[in-house]
């Protein structure tokens, strides 16, 4: 296998999606496996994930190694057809090892010890935890090398989760010091990027900077942006090292990682650099009730929130698709209430999935445990055995994929998304209700609004190949960012740029011009004031001749060559432009100057789509959402009222009927835009 930076775009490969399980034979008597197994295969599994906490099982003592029980469970899931992805176990290392070494244990920025008792409380900066990782993944790799049935590996388990990216212990300061030597070179660059003089936090040498642990204040934004890009990075050094040991074993294995959704700490683009394709973890009725884009109502306690989740299938989708690594399959134990999902509810799920590009989508997990920490975590089949109602859903969406022979997505517009302004705007967000995912999302829940397909990439990423552009902000920005975009636009691009954009520098100082800094000349006008604003303060505005809501921040404009397109009608800032239009060579940038409400951001995006001239439906209910893939075109229905879809007359329906039921799917070959939706 290529090394992952080199590997081609598979979007015109027609592939067959993939249902497949997470799979504990370690929690489970022997004499059951066989029967699992067969109950595997009967439902359509295809492929299963195994072995992410089972370093304590594989290793009870050290040296002394039992791989007879993986290696049983590796040959029945491979004699049924079904192919294997092993895990490494290094987000649970075993008592022994922390007995002998407690110096691998993460501390918290109080000097608190993350302590034996649960997981990820390893330190991705300890030399010791590296040479133990170095060999347990070595010792894995060989033994399973020559396997026919293991297919690949996932690195660890959920980089990040417990809040675990970030530690402060003497080996994270000593590895902060030589990152923040090699990034800076001569320690008075520091001082002068970060702005130390504020506060006399002036550094006399590298050897004084220590981890942003505990204090009186908040710390410094420079030194907190860039502990966490170190963090990070730290993270991603360690998945680099894992990789490259599974591929020096066998380099026929793909390579992947599970992330999490809405995940702040990590970037996953940077992981992603090292894998032949990303993998999440998606838990809707969980992540509509703490990470929501939109208000808590009914149909997402039972359905999710389709666009957060879509969200999170684009931001891991990559040259390659990606997968779900584990995917909810009822009711689960961890967010504050655990409804259980509407019926149908995880079929919809897959489907969504695929819709956005899955290659396979893997349930969490096949039978629910009788033991531990997610005794209260459903499974396909019940703890006693029996199938639950996830179980019904997978058999029949693993029915639906098989007759599915798919390309991947081609999506005509891109979201920038950057982990640097996410991490910025996170220290200074200037409200107690600014959130750099809701702003996100508001741009994005009007295009997914629209049904048009989105690719999420780095603002530094090509952008070439795309019809239109939406960035929600561009908070830090430097000349040659300002330059590419100024290229893209001037080459007859689409470019929608939101509010907080160029008010920084990349080392989190403000800007020495006025917002947005060397966005000016392409934006045509820069921010005279801005505002944060609670809801008690009235927060409307006009934008072509209409009036709409806006929430949270304003910026008062200043058009130069720019046309206004948009002013306040309330507050202080009645009569100031409020958003903005510029030509720019072949192409146009608007400016929006607020954090949108949803009807004002559906306006800004489908005029956008359509200066790109970017097909797409009317405006779609707030529970129902349409995706292209290749030839076939997805209704998702997220309420619980059936919904009727209209298509010509000489459209088939691969899945279903033009009757979507309430948490149903229907797929149609019919084009997008002739999807013509109405409840029934």
Known sequence: MTDASTRRDDRTDRTTPRIGVCYFPEHWPRDR????????????????????????????????????????????????????????????????????????????????????????????????????????????????????????????????????????????????????????????????????????????????????????????????????????????????????????????????????????????????????????????????????????????????????????????????????????????NWPPYAPQPGEGAMRLWAHQAVAHGAEAVCYFRWRRCRQGQEQYHAGLRRHDGSPDRGYHDAQQAAGEFAELELTGVDAPVALCFSYDDLWALSEQPHSPDFDYWWLAGAFYRALRGRGVQVDVVDPTADLGEYAAVVAPTLHLVDET????????????????????????????????????????????????????????????????????????????????????????????????????????GEGDVAYCGVQPGDDLADAVVTDLLDRAEVDRTDRLPPTVRVARRGDLTWVLNFGGDPVEAEVPADAEWVVGSETVPGYGVGVTDAPLSTVTLCET
Request: hydrophobic content about 35%; proline content about 6%; glycine content about 8%.
């Open 481 to 584: 960012l300002a330059d590419r975009l100024t290229e893209y636009v001037a080459d007859g691009g689409q470019l929608l740029v939101g509010p907080r954009s160029g008010y920084k520098l990349p080392g989190n100082r403000l800007q020495p011009a006025l917002a947005p800094g060397p966005l000016t000349d392409l934006v045509g006008g820069h921010v005279d004031q801005h505002e944060s604003l609670p809801a008690s303060l009235e927060t409307k505005l006009s934008y072509r001749g209409e009036r709409y809501e806006y929430e949270i921040w304003g910026e008062w404009l200043v058009p130069d060559e720019a046309r206004v397109t948009g002013e306040h009608e309330t507050g202080t800032a009645a009569g100031k432009p409020a958003l903005l239009e510029h030509a720019v």
């Open 33 to 332: 496996w066989a029967t699992d197994v067969q109950q595997m295969a009967e439902a359509g599994i295809e492929v299963v994930r195994m072995g992410e906490f089972s370093w304590g099982r594989l290793e009870p003592s050290r040296g002394e190694f039992d791989f007879e029980w993986l290696d049983t469970a590796v040959e029945l899931l491979g004699e049924a057809g079904i192919d294997v992805v092993l895990c490494t176990p290094t987000a649970t290392p075993p008592k022994w090892l922390v007995d002998e070494h407690p110096e691998i244990l993460q501390e918290e920025s109080d000097g608190t010890v993350r302590d034996f008792g649960s997981r990820r409380h390893y330190c991705f900066n300890s030399a010791v935890y590296r040479e133990e990782t170095t060999r347990i993944v070595e010792r894995l790799a060989a033994r399973y090398a020559d396997s026919p049935h293991v297919v690949g590996w996932q690195t660890d388990n959920e980089y990040g989760c417990h809040r675990t990216i970030r530690c402060y212990c003497a080996d994270c300061a000593a590895a902060f010091r030589d990152w923040c030597h090699e990034r800076y070179d001569d320690i008075e660059t520091l001082n002068e990027t970060w702005g130390n003089t504020f506060w006399s936090q002036q550094y006399g040498s590298f050897a004084a900077i220590d981890p942003p642990r505990h204090t009186a204040a908040e710390h410094h934004p420079s030194r907190l942006l860039d502990y966490g890009r170190f963090a990070s990075d730290s993270a991603v050094a360690y998945n680099e090292h894992q990789a490259a040991l599974l591929r020096e074993a066998n380099d026929d294995w793909f390579v992947t990682h599970n992330f999490m959704g809405n995940f702040p700490t990590l970037d996953a683009f940077d992981v992603r650099e090292s894998l032949e394709f990303a993998t999440w973890d998606s838990y809707p009725t969980g992540f509509a009730q703490d990470r929501s884009l939109g208000p808590q109502t009914a149909d997402r306690l039972r359905a999710g929130d389709p666009d957060q989740v879509s969200l999170n299938h684009d931001l891991y989708r990559g040259p390659r698709g990606f997968w779900v690594m584990e995917q909810q399959p009822g009711d689960i």
